[in-house]
């Protein structure tokens, strides 16, 4: 006696989107223009190359992946792929967000401290006083909002999936404040992971040839990232 087994459809699986910033050299930013670094642009490059391997395995389809070149890095850009990624995502995708850089935060009037929500991720072109409209601030201190600023806090909110976000840039832990309202329908919260915290500096090895902090994240995560 024969059976008619009804086969589920398979279920849909998410997909997996990228964005990878990389910066080594600031030729016009204040403060950073003699400061290069060795392996930011080439670490993008790397997580770039461990995202888009998953697009091979099963766990995820193929989403929107973007790395900034050199060439290519800028407010204006960095923006628009956002942008672009908050339009194409759902909410059962997953977006990671890589950052690598020199990172920036407003000292406190006596200098003996750096002020809360001033973390700011650094730009080729970055001046002092005007960070947030030179740089990708994650947020702004209250008070200090100025009209048409877009942070990183404002983009990513935006964005209906999942998200890891991954600096690898000095202070970069100052952006750890406000990430619990970055929580598409308030069910899912996002994984933040820096290289420091916000009164730290982040580091890069020769021996290594990338920072510490993406040395860790490829190491524990590129082969076994589903």
């Not at 339009?87 to 200098?111: I, Q």
């Not at 005007?130 to 740089?135: D, K, S, V």
């Amino acid at each position: 006696r024969q059976r008619n087994l009804k086969v589920a459809s398979e279920q849909r699986k998410p997909r997996l989107h990228g964005l990878c910033v990389g910066i080594n050299d600031y030729p016009r930013a204040d403060g950073f223009s003699k400061m290069p670094l060795l392996y930011s642009s080439s670490d993008a490059e790397a997580v770039e190359a461990m995202l888009a391997k998953q697009h091979r395995g099963y766990a995820y389809e193929k989403g929107t992946l973007k790395r900034l070149r050199p060439a290519e890095v800028s407010r204006a850009n960095i923006i628009r792929a956002l942008q672009q990624v908050a339009a194409e995502t759902r909410p059962d995708d997953l977006f990671v967000l890589y950052m690598s850089g020199h990172g920036w935060a407003k000292p406190t009037p006596d200098r003996n401290a750096l002020e809360p929500r001033s973390f700011t991720f650094v730009l080729p072109s970055f001046k002092i006083e005007e960070p947030a409209q030179t740089g990708i601030p994650f947020c702004l201190p209250r008070g200090t909002r100025d009209s048409g600023d877009e942070t990183l806090y404002e983009l990513l909110a935006k964005i209906p999936a999942r998200k890891i976000v991954l600096l690898d840039c000095c202070h970069a832990g100052g952006s750890t404040y406000i990430v619990h309202d970055l929580v598409p329908d308030r069910k899912v919260g996002p994984i933040v992971a820096v290289a420091c915290s916000k009164d730290e500096q982040a580091y890069e090895l020769p021996p290594l040839g990338h920072g510490v902090f993406t040395t860790a994240f490829l190491s524990a995560l590129g082969d076994n990232f589903t």
